[in-house]
């Protein structure tokens, strides 16, 4: 069955303090295209992240967001002693400095080295690794489970409107062959009217051979042919393909290119009415398509 590319899934859990979300967002894309945001301290997750997110859900472009808040002391941040005392006796050696400004405690903590995390990347990643991972991978079936949903409504969608084609395409093939016998009346009207108000006579051999030419020019069977093997192999591509958007989209182009041809070759009002309304039908599938995976 096929599954959409729009959805989203979420996923939370406290341990040891630190409060951790994650939500992944899913949008149509012909390709896969990802934006990952985590916090500086567990960055080197990313690729990891990434390679899970392609795995489990394919095509479209996915955002997925990481928060984390802790509430424990261990979250403040270090004071570098030695480099604040470095900064301070640097300051201290400035002749009249006193006199002029006062220090300010605040933004001496923001010099480059005074602050520092409490550990390093490794220890981040190997700390709150496993609950990331464990919430990444729920949040994604999550958003699958959304996808798919969302697959069955498209499913559902696109059979109406091939349903609908199916049916202009079977009145179009009854009245296919209307089409020469009408042609061959209209004809033989006109040639006997112009008769009529002329003394000359046109051979019934000369008349059969324009039908004939007609007839071959506008036999559109071989079109309504391949259009219905097209509309069956985009029912079957719904049913039976999880990953068939591209697949969907190919035999909607198809779909079109037949549906041209016919209302070229048939001059005949009836069946330009009806290929409209295929048209129009075809539009709509190659519209939805774009959202499947």
Do not use: W
């Amino acid at each position: 069955m096929i599954v959409s590319m729009t959805g989203f899934g979420d996923a939370t859990a406290e341990r040891d303090g630190t409060h951790y979300s994650i939500e992944i967002r899913s949008l149509n894309n012909r390709f896969f295209k990802s934006i990952i945001k985590l916090p500086d301290n567990i960055s080197g997750l990313e690729p990891e992240i990434e390679t899970a997110l392609r795995e489990g859900l394919g095509r479209g472009s996915i955002t997925c967001i990481l928060k984390m808040r802790t509430n424990s002391a261990e979250a403040a941040y270090h004071i570098n002693i030695p480099a604040l005392t470095a900064y301070l006796q640097q300051l201290q050696q400035i002749k009249g400095l006193d006199k002029m400004v006062q220090i300010d405690l605040a933004s001496l903590v923001q010099l480059p080295g005074v602050c520092q995390e409490p550990r390093d990347d490794t220890d981040e990643i190997e700390r709150h690794g496993p609950i990331i991972r464990e919430l990444t991978r729920a949040a994604i079936a999550k958003l699958a489970g959304m996808r798919a949903s969302e697959g069955k409504a498209l499913h559902a969608d696109l059979l109406k409107h091939t349903k609908v084609i199916a049916s202009f395409l079977s009145q179009i093939q009854t009245r296919a062959p209307s089409v020469i016998d009408d042609y061959h009346r209209k004809l033989t009207q006109r040639v006997n009217l112009l008769l009529s108000k002329a003394e000359f006579q046109v051979s019934q051999d000369a008349l059969l051979k324009e039908i004939a030419v007609f007839a071959e020019r506008a036999d559109i069977s071989e079109e309504i042919q391949r259009l219905t093997s097209h509309l069956e192999s985009f029912e079957q591509a719904c049913g039976t393909d999880e990953h068939a958007g591209r697949k969907l989209d190919f035999i909607a182009q198809e779909m079109l290119r037949e549906a041209n041809t016919i209302a070229s070759k048939a001059n005949d009002a009836a069946i330009a009415r009806h290929i409209v309304e295929i048209k129009g039908a075809i539009d709509r599938l190659k519209e939805q398509v774009q959202n499947v995976e």
